[in-house]
């Protein structure tokens, strides 16, 4: 089975996490997928691998001492935000250019997406128009077997031994709460979860959420006047005194932002969610001072009112651990070298299993997979990318 083949028998599969759910992993779908990827990697006669409780996958192939560990990381859940699971995915040959019809309501096109234009004259994997496709991470987890099928089938070409994991609920932030570092044995790990081949991440935002709870005071509306205290327009006020341009549809690059994901209520009772994202730790926490801010004057100005402020930290920007070691970087700027590649560094929009990891004692930068617009029906991977990231990794872990 090929990198191709086996990306298209996983995609079938339906692992989207749930960020409502009290388990781990969220959904009971990835517990029954990485059954079937250590059921896979026994058969390529990897036997060095272990499903632990939480449903991470373990495992390892030897190599030459002289060279430092290296560990590969990829996830096994999608995005919540719409189904996978896509059982008619369709192989675009030779793509000319032209807008690709997914189904009859949908139609995926360079206008709307001008990266496609990138790919004239790749072979380009497409969506049903009605699952997303799963690249976000099934391609990682692809390029890792195929990593991993290529050098147990050659044990004469000397590499650097190789440790990989596979996490689950990547998606909601929980990838990587039962991850171990003493597991992996590795001095330096990538994880393989980007979008265009060629970019780098070793940036990524500091991430927070903030819960704001408004509680008003419910009357018949009849007889309301200087008594109601109607705590969904209340709320309303809270979000109307945040900086109205940093949010995401404004901003870009290193520009932070405070998105409102999430809002429900009544008179009574209103719940504000909150994802506050930045590059720069100053920026971020004036961000959540704003907040703070807020709800003190709101309480002062509405005494009979009551607002909370609860902030969560979900992940630290890993720049500030590689401004002061960039041997993982540096490793992979010579691998990028060696097969004639031009390397790209950009900042993360978002972030990775690698954040949390690297804070944890081991460097994780990101790699990227071939995988675009994921997330949704538009999704689509390029198979010849794909095939670059592989010649990359084979250099990284042969330098």
């Known amino acids: 089975m090929n990198f191709v083949e086996r990306f298209i028998k996983y995609i079938m599969v ?78 675009i040959e030779n793509y000319d250019g032209n807008p690709i019809k997914l189904n009859d309501k949908y139609v995926l096109n360079s206008e709307e997406f001008p990266s496609l234009l990138d790919h004239k004259g790749q ?104 008594i109601m205290i109607n705590s969904i327009t209340l709320a309303m006020e809270f979000n109307s005194l945040l900086p109205s341009n940093m949010v995401p549809e404004k901003t870009e690059g290193y520009e932070g932002f405070n998105h409102l994901s999430d809002i429900k209520g009544s008179v009574e009772h209103t719940e504000l969610n909150y994802i506050i994202r930045n590059h720069d730790s100053g920026q971020i926490a004036k961000q959540l001072e704003d907040f703070n801010n807020i709800k003190e004057s709101l309480n002062k100005k509405y005494p009979h009112a009551k607002i909370e402020v609860t902030i969560k930290e979900s992940y630290r920007n890993m720049y500030d651990y590689f401004k002061n070691d960039m041997t993982a970087i540096h490793k992979l700027e010579r691998a990028f070298e060696k097969v004639n590649e031009k390397i790209i560094f950009s900042p993360i929009r978002g972030g990775t299993d690698g954040a949390r990891i690297t804070f944890m004692g081991l460097p994780c930068p990101n790699i990227g997979t071939g995988d675009y617009n994921c997330h949704g029906r538009y999704e689509y991977v390029s198979i010849d990318e794909m095939a670059k990231v592989i010649s990359i990794v084979k250099a990284l872990l042969e330098e």
């Not at 781990?24 to 026994?42: C, G, H, R, V």
């Not at 939480?54 to 590969?72: A, M, R, T």
């Not at 987890?141 to 195929?146: G, H, N, P, Q, R």
């Not at 980007?194 to 940036?203: D, P, R, S, W």
Request: hydrophobic share 30%; charged share 25%; glycine share 10%.
């Open 14 to 91: 339906n692992t989207k996490s749930d960020e409502n759910s009290s388990s781990y992993p969220s959904t009971s779908t990835q517990i029954e997928f990485a059954k079937m990827l250590l059921t896979d990697l026994k058969e390529l006669g990897i036997k060095d691998v272990e499903m632990d409780q939480y449903g991470l996958i373990y495992g390892g192939i030897s190599g030459d001492n002289n060279k430092d560990i290296i560990g590969l990381i990829a996830h096994m859940d999608t995005s919540p935000e719409i189904d996978g699971g896509n059982f008619k995915p369709r192989i």
């Open 123 to 226: 072979s380009l994997i497409v969506t049903d128009g009605e699952h997303l496709l799963g690249g976000d991470d099934k391609a990682g987890i692809a390029i890792i077997f195929e990593i991993l099928k290529y050098y147990n089938s050659h044990p004469e070409i000397k590499h650097a031994p190789i440790r990989f994991c596979f996490t689950p609920d990547e998606e909601i932030g929980n990838g990587a709460d039962h991850f171990d570092v003493k597991k992996m044995k590795a001095k330096i790990a990538y994880t393989i979860d980007g979008g265009k081949y060629n970019e780098v991440n070793y940036e990524n935002f500091n991430a927070y959420s903030v819960k704001v709870d408004v509680y008003g005071r419910g009357v018949h509306p009849g007889s309301a006047k200087n």
